[in-house]
């Protein structure tokens, strides 16, 4: 069973900046990888996905603002999360995604435990 274990969160004023990773406990480097959140009361949406390639992919909400990459030798994904609004508050995953365009859904069934981001005054 794959293992998924996010870091990076914490609680940082709107316009702030976090670095989230995301390392796996398999070779990453064939699979398409993506970021999802989960907010309070809200279900888990998708967020960025990067391609085996590089091609990549944000959801409209974040566009200009999150840079999504990966290194396959560390088998680990990041999340560069620029000019942070309140509304970016959620618990952050990773997963393997099913591809890079239209809205990319999660393939492996289970989630690390997420990484917590809140954005606050």
């Known amino acids: 069973q794959v293992q998924l274990v996010e870091s990076g969160g914490g609680l940082v004023q709107p316009g702030g900046s976090l670095r989230l990773s995301c390392a796996a406990s398999?070779?990453?480097?064939?699979?398409?990888m993506g970021w999802f959140r989960q907010a309070p009361g809200k279900q888990r949406e998708w967020v960025a996905a990067?391609?085996?390639?590089?091609?990549?992919k944000y959801a409209d909400s974040v566009k200009g603002r999150f840079t999504i990459s990966r290194d396959n030798a560390k088998n680990t994904v990041y999340l560069q999360m620029d000019s942070l609004k309140p509304e970016d508050t959620a618990v952050y995953y990773c997963?393997?995604?099913?591809?890079?365009?239209?809205?990319?859904?999660?393939?492996?069934?289970?989630w690390g435990l997420g990484t917590q981001v809140t954005i606050s005054s």
């Open positions: 997963n393997r995604v099913d591809q890079i365009t239209g809205t990319p859904g999660p393939l492996f069934r289970s």
């Open positions: 990067i391609g085996m390639g590089g091609s990549i």
């Open positions: 398999t070779f990453i480097r064939f699979f398409s």
